[in-house]
T-cell receptor, first 112, second 111 residues
Framework: KAGVTQTPRYLIKTRGQQVTLSCSPI?????VSWYQQTPGQGLQFLFE???????NKGNFPGRFSGRQFSNSRSEMNVSTLELGDSALYLC???????????FGPGTRLLVL | GEDVEQSLFLSVREGDSSVINCTYT??????LYWYKQEPGAGLQLLTY?????DMKQDQRLTVLLNKKDKHLSLRIADTQTGDSAIYFC???????????FGPGTRLSVLP
């Protein structure tokens, strides 16, 4: 089975712009979670989607949003980018709401 | 709230055993995990343990869980240079899908 894929792998944006990141989960996985990883804050949970519904949300401002499609692919969007949004954004998929998550390679976002 | 703590750095010599420690605060944690992250890569699930177990062994990896002290450790036997990476401890409770990660321990393996 192919693993979790994320596109693009690298992205450079400027302050005030918006960005959309994409995640394709492992085939058959219905749960997709997003995380932000920075050197200062470590790994922080953004949100989780299951069967196109947001099931859980971390403590991030409303500029961060996401969605999940009927084929379980997920996108996350960040509007009005700030310098502090520079990070590695990781997506993880699970078969359902079970105990294991499998991570993609991440999208590295740099905001200038 | 939930919190997971780890020491940030560990150096060992090639061939020695490495022990990476983790403490957590959420007593309702049902699953505890170890992930490995190599430079420029995502997280790779190494192993996980259910809270009703106290030990799990998988080839060179041994996980020990002391539920009373909320302490988790990962032992890597015969550590190799390819084991150099950041190791994350994580917990998940039975009520949500939210995983809580520790800050990561950077393991350096010296030749």
């Amino acid at each position: 089975k192919a693993g979790v894929t994320q596109t693009p792998r690298y992205l450079i944006k400027t302050r005030g712009q918006q960005v959309t990141l994409s995640c394709s989960p492992i085939s058959g996985h219905r749960s997709v979670s997003w995380y932000q990883q920075t050197p200062g804050q470590g790994l922080q949970f953004l949100f989780e989607y299951f069967s196109e519904t947001q099931r859980n949300k971390g403590n991030f401002p409303g500029r961060f949003s996401g969605r999940q499609f009927s084929n379980s692919r997920s996108e996350m969007n960040v509007s009005t980018l700030e310098l502090g949004d520079s990070a590695l954004y990781l997506c993880a998929s699970s078969p359902s709401r079970v105990e294991t998550q499998y991570f993609g390679p991440g999208t590295r976002l740099l905001v200038l | 709230g939930e919190d997971v703590e780890q020491s940030l750095f560990l150096s060992v010599r090639e061939g020695d055993s490495s022990v990476i420690n983790c403490t957590y605060t959420d007593s309702s944690s049902t699953y505890l995990y170890w992930y490995k992250q190599e430079p420029g890569a995502g997280l790779q699930l190494l192993t996980y343990i259910f809270s009703n177990m106290d030990m799990k062994q998988d080839q060179r990896l041994t996980v020990l869980l002391n539920k009373k002290d909320k302490h988790l450790s990962l032992r890597i036997a015969d550590t190799q240079t390819g084991d150099s990476a950041i190791y994350f401890c994580a917990e998940k409770d039975n009520y949500g899908q939210n995983f809580v990660f520790g800050p990561g321990t950077r393991l350096s393996v010296l030749p």
